[in-house]
Nanobody
Framework: QVQLVESGGGLAQTGGSLRLSCAAS????????VGWFRQYPGKDREFVAC????????YYADSVKGRFTISRDNAKNSVDLQMNSLKPDDTCVYYC???????????????????WGQGTQVTVSS
């Protein structure tokens, strides 16, 4: 059984940094597409970034491009999201998700993922 566990959330100041980690158990994360999403209260989950094994590429939402970086840590069987230049608008619950189905390109829709973590809160103070 696959489980995803996020960690690294917390409080940061505007302009600061946080690093989120999505650790997988039950299956190696090397050949998977892993995405990060965030959800504001009362809103649908929105795409933040993904790293796609199928084509070896990373993809980002325009709102985080140039500030966030997604990467794999195969030794830890995890995918990290480095968040720099944080803004108060980044305050949200962040979720990681994974799928092992082959498919190149941006996987920006939540329905394209099969497994989800429980979420981690990120709060950016102004």
């Amino acid at each position: 059984q696959v489980q995803l566990v996020e960690s690294g959330g917390g409080l940061a100041q505007t302009g600061g940094s946080l690093r989120l980690s999505c650790a997988a158990s039950g299956r190696t994360i090397t050949r998977s597409t892993v995405g990060w999403f965030r959800q504001y209260p009362g809103k649908d989950r929105e795409f933040v970034a993904c790293i796609n094994w199928s084509d070896g590429n990373t993809y980002y939402a325009d709102s985080v491009k140039g500030r966030f970086t997604i990467s794999r840590d195969n030794a830890k069987n995890s995918v990290d999201l480095q968040m720099n230049s944080l803004k108060p608008d980044d305050t949200c619950v962040y979720y990681c998700a994974a799928t092992w189905y082959y498919g190149p390109g941006t996987k920006a829709a939540p329905r394209e993922y099969d497994y989800w973590g429980q979420g981690t809160q990120v709060t950016v103070s102004s």
